[in-house]
T-cell receptor, first 111, second 114 residues
Framework: GQSLEQPSEVTAVEGAIVQINCTYQ??????LSWYQQHDGGAPTFLSY????GLEETGRFSSFLSRSDSYGYLLLQELQMKDSASYFC????????????FGRGTSLIVHP | DGGITQSPKYLFRKEGQNVTLSCEQN?????MYWYRQDPGQGLRLIYY???????QKGDIAEGYSVSREKKESFPLTVTSAQKNPTAFYLC?????????????FGDGTRLSIL
């Protein structure tokens, strides 16, 4: 099966940069995704990495190192609206390619 | 606009009762999924369906049942055999399970026991 580890909570101030790490164990890695979820809402897709390196989408970037079974989500120029939970999810060939989600990281942005 | 609609938003279940959660999508996606989310937890897969009239158990299927009679619809029944049903239930869809395209989620149904 698959397992993922990410910090349970991260705090930062407005305008800062924050990095949310995700380590995973899988037997047939296929890709790593990041989702954002505000309290009581639907998860929304942020980014996807299948190959090593950095993917940038506006203020958000995601990095993957397959050799280290590690990825991170980088949020720049933090805004109050970025306060939410962030989930990494790994797709595994042995898991029918369906994403397995981590427990989520609660990001709290202070003024 | 295309999307996924879940209903109801809130649902209450009595002891020994089966309840059904609705999920409809107009994205023309082949694959649909049901997840359960408990407080402070990630999403756990209950069932998924790759095509009409076919579905597969996920990690926590016991006490749940599904059907996929139409491409657009994937209802989830929480049976009386599910002894701890209180949770937030999320339905999702994607082009298919092999695609790199992301999953799209509905707004969820919050189920509680009366």
């Amino acid at each position: 099966g698959q397992s993922l580890e990410q910090p349970s909570e991260v705090t930062a101030v407005e305008g800062a940069i924050v990095q949310i790490n995700c380590t995973y164990q899988t037997s047939g890695f296929y890709g790593l995704s990041w989702y954002q979820q505000h309290d009581g809402g639907a998860p929304t897709f942020l980014s996807y990495n299948a190959l090593d390196g950095l993917e940038e989408t506006g203020r958000f970037s995601s990095f993957l190192s397959r050799s280290d079974s590690y990825g991170y989500l980088l949020l720049q120029e933090l805004q109050m609206k970025d306060s939410a939970s962030y989930f990494c999810a790994v797709r595994d060939q042995g898991g029918s390619y369906i994403p397995t989600f981590g427990r989520g990281t609660s990001l709290i942005v202070h003024p | 606009d295309g999307g996924i609609t879940q209903s109801p938003k809130y649902l209450f279940r009595k002891e020994g009762q089966n309840v059904t959660l609705s999920c409809e999508q107009n994205l023309n996606h082949d694959a649909m999924y049901w997840y359960r989310q408990d407080p402070g937890q990630g999403l756990r897969l209950i069932y998924y369906s790759q095509i009409v009239n076919d579905f597969q158990k996920g990690d926590i299927a016991e006490g749940y049942s599904v059907s996929r009679e139409k491409k657009e619809s994937f209802p989830l029944t929480v049976t009386s055999a599910q002894k701890n049903p209180t949770a937030f239930y999320l339905c999702a869809s994607s082009e298919d399970r092999y695609s790199n395209q992301p999953q799209h989620f509905g707004d969820g149904t919050r189920l509680s026991i009366l």
